[in-house]
């Protein structure tokens, strides 16, 4: 949950006259959302931000559903997602319904000959494989493998990679990404039984000032069309702000699991919700300590939400024949469970160094184009015995 932060130079008072040591008036923008009622953040730019120059063109970026009501269970091999230049173009939905986009990314060049900025969706940036730096007009932050981008909607930013071997998973939000409310007092802050606290969770914290005119590409999505416009002034113009709309990091190896005598349930591991889904997170463990516990998850039928799990590091127990970057999709309605063999291997073990990150959606998900070029095809014959 975004506390208060605030970077740069601001005046002691909103809405008020703020200048530069030159004597030249800075520029107040007001960014919220939600209305006037959500989170916001008070800017404060060395020029207008609203100087729209030319606008480009328009193009489609609709994923193309190819299910519409599945009832079939898959397995996707993420890592066979072929790296792309271009960051945008990189980016490949494989799941998707009116709340959420989730997508693969493998993207080889840093975003840096535009800049770029998802009205319609708050995002999740899991960085699976690559370091570098997400470079915001609200500041900078520095990545590395494990960490959670959560990026608000309307932020504008580039991406730094180090190399070109980078691997993303991502997750687009229709509505705010949150931290779990059960984590949280009434006033906000994290309680003691959480999984992380404040100090987990990194706002940026060095803010680049641009006081430049010129023609700067800014591609906005909205309503599943990129809209290429060029601008008057640099879009990293801000000089201070405050609030609390702003992106931060949260490393998945910062989560600490909650663990118990049996089996917990799923909702042990989650980390962030929304008001149609949640995003969990699988760390290593050491299993139940029962004296006839098994560690291995009971059987179960996800009547209300479809489950997706990315596999990013480890053995995952539950499981066979699943490698790194494979995402599983359970629809609703389907009970499902460990794999044959797999509880009884459990039994007696006592930890697990698996890492994955689970979507929970409230609505079911559509299959896309990109995913059927990545799916094993007969996953959802794996429960079956061997004599079968």
Not at 117 to 144: A, M, P, Q, W
Not at 228 to 254: M, Q, R, T
Not at 264 to 288: G, K, M, W
Request: net charge negative.
């Amino acid at each position: 949950m975004p506390r208060y932060h605030k970077l740069g130079t601001i005046p002691p008072k909103r809405h008020t006259v703020f200048k530069s040591p030159e004597g030249n008036f800075y520029y107040e923008e007001l960014f919220g959302t939600i209305g006037f009622d959500g989170m916001s953040s008070l800017l404060y730019h060395t020029q207008r931000p609203t100087q729209v120059k030319e606008i480009l063109k328009s193009y489609d970026v609709s994923p193309k559903i190819v299910v519409e009501k599945n009832m079939k269970s898959l397995s996707l091999n993420g890592f066979n997602v072929s790296p792309t230049n271009d960051f945008l173009q990189s980016r490949k939905i494989v799941l998707a319904n009116s709340d959420c986009y989730i997508a693969l990314a493998a993207p080889k060049q840093s975003l840096r000959d535009y800049f770029y900025k998802n009205t319609d969706s708050d995002e999740v940036l899991f960085i699976h494989k690559g370091t570098g730096k997400l470079r915001t007009f609200l500041g900078n932050i520095d990545f590395e493998y494990g960490d959670y981008l959560v990026i608000p909607r309307g932020m504008i930013y580039q991406i730094d990679f180090d190399t070109e071997d980078n691997r993303l998973f991502i997750v687009e939000s229709k509505s705010p990404i949150y931290t779990p409310k059960r984590y949280r007092n009434w006033f906000g802050q994290h309680l003691e039984h959480a999984p992380f606290c404040e100090r987990d969770m990194h706002p940026p914290t060095e803010l680049e000032t641009y006081n430049e005119k010129g023609d700067f590409i800014l591609k906005v999505k909205k309503q599943d069309t990129i809209h290429e416009y060029i601008y008057a002034s640099h879009p990293f113009s801000v000089v201070g702000w405050d609030g609390y709309n702003y992106p931060y990091k949260l490393s998945i190896h910062d989560f600490e699991p909650i663990t118990g005598r049996v089996h917990q349930p799923p909702p042990v591991h989650q980390t962030f919700e929304t008001n149609a889904f949640v995003i969990c997170s699988f760390v290593p463990r050491l299993y139940d300590y029962h004296p006839a516990a098994i560690p291995a998850p009971y059987n179960h039928s996800n009547i209300d939400s479809d489950e997706v799990l990315y596999y990013v590091d480890g053995d995952f127990m539950s499981r066979n024949n699943i490698g790194i970057g494979q995402i599983t999709l359970h629809p609703a309605g389907i009970p499902h469970g460990p794999h044959p063999g797999a509880m009884e291997r459990s039994i007696g073990q006592k930890e697990t160094a698996e890492l994955a990150v689970m979507v929970d959606t409230f609505k079911p998900l559509m299959v896309t184009e990109e995913a059927l070029k990545i799916d094993t095809g007969d996953y959802y014959q794996s429960w079956l015995d061997e004599n079968h």
